[in-house]
């Protein structure tokens, strides 16, 4: 192994040497002699092909010093051997010196060579892993030059290092705009798109995630969904992967989350529908059935929710579930299934207040249905609904007690008096089971 001291001797002589700045200072030939050149450039290939850097590197020199136009793979081993002193050593100014190095073998490559797309590409990765801040538009130039000259052909993490970079730069750099953001991200979609729809593409799966990126990085920053044109440009690259994978559950789902408020509520109804129908859960019931019920679809509402919450596991959405599916039985007027349902609410969140305060309802509104509308028979079925409400108080939210409340002032003025209560022969606050389809045994109570 080669002394590192000696390179790093060497390092200074090396540095003296770049003061050419024409065509005329990049000769092809060691002192004009093809037949001494062929040799010395396969000598320091041999050590470069094995990563034998430090054995290789004063080869290399007499190349790069003597015959730098003679091969353009002289600048790409100059490039990998100083990345690689660069990135195994911890001194800090020896660092920076073989960055400095580094640089200028780029720039010796582009006086002698002229532009190549990897070399440029190289560049621009390398400014904007060691360069400053100041040197983030020369990257981004280069990366557009390497762009241009690859064509259809662009290196996939060459497209999305430079989008990302236009995304960085947008209100730091004047001359990145959201037009021209907009505009590229067309141009590089049309060759991802290109190269994705090519058969046998070696490169096929980094085209893919490539797509992905820059098409999130897109709607992330230029997604306004108040903005029409914006949400057109939205559907179009969404839309475009739900044609593609039309009965993929990740695609449906990323599609669905992307175009919310963008997409029609055609569109949105018939991705939900599907993303419930592969994945039922809490969420895409909740969303789905509220279209439904703002339809007054109320049965598939009540279809949806059901099969929801059969399959739901976590407890307090399976009670919520249960709650909506009893509120939608009590729009029907079938108390009784109502208040099963509001009870398996109740055995899946004791706390759901709400849930008596349904009960409290439907036993209040049983007058006619346990009496004839007025009078002692219908009055009573208030008994059980107080209990009710007063569990609501007891456990329910601030919103929940409010109501819970107000009905108990409301229908406090329903219940019998206690002359009516004595002349029943009852005793105020003794047990009483109402019958009817309630069924509940309760207190006796007197407004």
Same mark, same amino acid.
């Given at each position: 192994?080669?002394?590192?001291?000696?390179i #790093?001797?060497?390092?200074?002589?090396?540095?003296?040497?770049?003061?050419?700045?024409?065509? +005329?200072?990049?000769?092809?030939?060691?002192?004009g002699?093809?037949?001494?050149?062929?040799?010395?450039?396969?000598?320091?290939?041999?050590?470069?092909?094995?990563?034998?850097?430090?054995?290789?590197?004063?080869?290399?020199?007499?190349?790069?010093?003597?015959?730098?136009?003679?091969?353009?793979?002289?600048?790409? $081993?100059?490039?990998?051997?100083?990345?690689?002193?660069?990135?195994?050593?911890?001194?800090?100014?020896?660092?920076?010196?073989?960055?400095?190095?580094?640089?200028?073998?780029?720039?010796k =490559?582009?006086?002698?060579?002229?532009?190549?797309?990897?070399?440029?590409?190289?560049?621009?990765?390398?400014?904007?892993?060691?360069?400053?801040?100041?040197?983030?538009?020369?990257?981004?130039?280069?990366?557009?030059?390497?762009?241009?000259?690859?064509?259809?052909?662009?290196?996939?993490?060459?497209?999305?290092?430079?989008?990302?970079?236009?995304?960085?730069?947008?209100?730091?750099?004047?001359?990145?705009?959201? &037009?021209?953001?907009?505009?590229?991200y067309?141009?590089?979609?049309?060759?991802? &798109?290109?190269?994705i729809?090519? @058969?046998?593409?070696?490169?096929?799966?980094?085209?893919?995630?490539?797509?992905?990126?820059?098409?999130?990085?897109?709607? +992330?920053?230029?997604?306004?969904?108040?903005? @029409?044109?914006?949400?057109?440009?939205?559907?179009?690259?969404?839309?475009?992967?739900? +044609?593609?994978?039309?009965? &993929?559950?990740?695609? /449906?789902?990323?599609?669905?989350?992307?175009?919310r408020?963008?997409?029609?509520?055609?569109?949105?109804?018939?991705?939900?529908?599907k993303?419930?129908?592969?994945?039922?859960?809490?969420?895409?019931?909740?969303? !789905?059935?509220?279209?439904?019920?703002?339809?007054?679809?109320?049965?598939?509402?009540?279809?949806?929710?059901?099969?929801?919450?059969?399959?739901?596991?976590?407890?307090?959405?399976?009670?919520?579930?249960?709650?909506?599916?009893?509120?939608?039985k009590?729009?029907?007027?079938?108390?009784?299934?109502?208040?099963?349902l509001?009870?398996?609410?109740?055995?899946?969140?004791?706390?759901?207040?709400?849930?008596?305060?349904? %009960?409290?309802?439907?036993?209040?509104?049983?007058?006619?249905?346990?009496?004839?509308?007025?009078?002692?028979?219908?009055? #009573?079925? !208030?008994?059980?609904?107080?209990?009710?409400?007063?569990?609501?108080?007891?456990?329910?939210?601030?919103?929940?007690? =409010?109501?819970?409340?107000?009905? %108990?002032?409301?229908?406090?003025?329903?219940?019998?008096?206690?002359?009516?209560?004595?002349?029943?022969?009852?005793? #105020?606050?003794?047990?009483?089971t109402? $019958?009817?389809? /309630?069924?509940?045994?309760?207190?006796?109570?007197?407004?």
């Amino acid at each position: 192994m080669r002394n590192w001291n000696k390179i #790093i001797l060497t390092f200074g002589l090396f540095l003296a040497t770049w003061g050419w700045a024409s065509a +005329q200072n990049c000769p092809r030939y060691i002192a004009g002699d093809s037949l001494k050149t062929t040799p010395a450039y396969s000598i320091y290939r041999e050590f470069f092909k094995k990563n034998l850097y430090s054995e290789g590197y004063d080869q290399w020199k007499n190349m790069f010093n003597n015959a730098p136009a003679f091969r353009n793979q002289t600048f790409i $081993d100059g490039v990998a051997m100083y990345t690689h002193f660069i990135q195994n050593t911890t001194d800090a100014t020896l660092r920076q010196n073989y960055i400095d190095t580094l640089f200028q073998v780029y720039k010796k =490559q582009e006086e002698c060579i002229g532009d190549n797309e990897y070399m440029l590409g190289k560049k621009a990765i390398d400014l904007l892993k060691y360069g400053k801040n100041a040197d983030i538009p020369e990257a981004r130039v280069a990366l557009e030059k390497t762009l241009k000259l690859s064509g259809d052909k662009a290196f996939p993490y060459y497209i999305q290092t430079y989008f990302k970079l236009l995304i960085n730069q947008l209100g730091k750099d004047a001359a990145v705009t959201e &037009d021209l953001v907009k505009a590229k991200y067309d141009e590089l979609t049309a060759v991802v &798109d290109k190269n994705i729809a090519q @058969p046998g593409n070696k490169q096929l799966q980094a085209y893919k995630e490539v797509k992905t990126l820059i098409d999130d990085l897109f709607t +992330q920053n230029f997604a306004d969904k108040s903005d @029409p044109a914006d949400c057109a440009k939205l559907m179009e690259i969404y839309m475009k992967k739900y +044609q593609q994978n039309p009965n &993929d559950l990740e695609t /449906i789902r990323t599609v669905y989350t992307k175009t919310r408020g963008c997409a029609d509520s055609v569109t949105n109804v018939e991705l939900l529908k599907k993303l419930n129908a592969m994945d039922p859960n809490y969420s895409y019931a909740i969303r !789905l059935g509220s279209i439904y019920m703002k339809n007054k679809l109320f049965d598939s509402a009540y279809v949806l929710y059901e099969n929801a919450a059969a399959k739901e596991a976590d407890s307090s959405k399976r009670a919520d579930l249960y709650y909506i599916l009893a509120s939608l039985k009590a729009d029907k007027n079938d108390f009784s299934a109502s208040r099963d349902l509001a009870k398996q609410a109740l055995v899946y969140n004791p706390s759901l207040g709400k849930a008596h305060l349904l %009960i409290g309802t439907l036993y209040a509104g049983s007058g006619k249905l346990c009496g004839p509308g007025t009078g002692f028979k219908s009055q #009573i079925v !208030l008994w059980p609904a107080f209990d009710e409400f007063r569990k609501a108080i007891e456990v329910g939210n601030d919103e929940t007690k =409010q109501e819970a409340q107000k009905m %108990i002032d409301t229908y406090t003025q329903y219940l019998p008096t206690k002359a009516e209560i004595a002349a029943k022969k009852l005793k #105020i606050g003794a047990p009483y089971t109402i $019958d009817c389809w /309630i069924n509940e045994t309760t207190t006796v109570k007197a407004r």
